[in-house]
């Protein structure tokens, strides 16, 4: 079965950080693009950020800019999504997403992907 699995959200207050894990299982995520995506409640869909199979290439929202950072661990076909300085307006349930034949900046504009997690809860409140 082929899945992702999403890990590491939670309650936090503004200005903390918290660690985003996106797991694989059922295939490797060696051959595919991953991107994080988040939806607030009333809102649409947004790509936050995306990385290239490689690592070497990465797209980050204006929004998240200079606080977050994507990453990938090929060897525990994991993709991480550091979050620092933490704002209210970064709530939002966030997922990961895997694609193939796509670029970062593609798969985050067009919010695309193959596969999808279920999603992880990120709550920004004092």
């Known amino acids: 079965q082929l899945q992702l699995v999403e890990s590491g959200g939670g309650l936090v207050q503004p200005g903390g950080s918290l660690r985003l894990s996106c797991a694989a299982s059922g295939f490797t995520l060696d051959y595919y693009a991953i991107g994080w995506f988040r939806q607030a409640p009333g809102k649409e869909r947004e790509g936050v950020s995306c990385i290239s199979v490689g690592g070497g290439s990465t797209y980050y929202a204006d929004s998240v800019k200079g606080r977050f950072t994507i990453s990938r661990d090929n060897a525990k076909n994991t993709v991480y999504l550091q979050m620092n300085s933490l704002k209210p307006e970064d709530t939002a349930t966030y997922y990961c997403?895997?694609?193939?034949?796509?670029?970062?900046?593609?798969?985050?504009?067009?919010?695309?992907?193959?596969?999808w997690g279920q999603g992880t809860q990120v709550t920004v409140s004092s």
């Open positions: 997403a895997a694609d193939r034949r796509t670029t970062v900046q593609a798969m985050c504009v067009m919010i695309s992907g193959r596969y």
